[in-house]
Nanobody, 129 residues
Framework: QVQLVESGGGFVQAGGSLRLSCSVS????????MGWFRQAPGKEREFVAA????????YYVDSVEGRFITSRDNAKNMVYLQMNSLDAEDTAVYYC??????????????????????WGQGTQVTVSS
């Protein structure tokens, strides 16, 4: 069992930055690739970013490439999403999630929310224009 708790959301002006954190617990969590998703009002939840179990590989949706960076510190049981140059389109509830173990870590796999087995409760990010 893996438990995920997001934090760091809030209100920020366009052009600003926020860093989301995902605190993870569970004996074997470090073997899981991790992902970030978001859901804007009236829209479906979408993939944002993913990171392999050792942090060596990352994937991003095109709309955040070059602005967002995901990282992890397995020793501290933390996963992060650094978000820069935020704009109103980034307003959403952000979720971290753990990818089902045993799956290959590819963009195709990591971008599908149905492949994730554990989810946090989400944290709200609001960007004012």
């Amino acid at each position: 069992q893996v438990q995920l708790v997001e934090s760091g959301g809030g209100f920020v002006q366009a052009g600003g930055s926020l860093r989301l954190s995902c605190s993870v617990s569970g004996r074997t969590w470090t073997t899981y690739a991790m992902g970030w998703f978001r859901q804007a009002p009236g829209k479906e939840r979408e993939f944002v970013a993913a990171i392999s179990w050792n942090g060596a590989e990352t994937y991003y949706v095109d709309s955040v490439e070059g602005r967002f960076i995901t990282s992890r510190d397995n020793a501290k049981n933390m996963v992060y999403l650094q978000m820069n140059s935020l704009d109103a389109e980034d307003t959403a509830v952000y979720y971290c999630a753990a990818l089902s173990p045993g799956l290959p870590f590819t963009r195709a796999t990591a971008s599908k929310q149905q492949e994730y087995v554990y989810w946090g409760q989400g944290t709200q990010v609001t960007v004012s224009s």
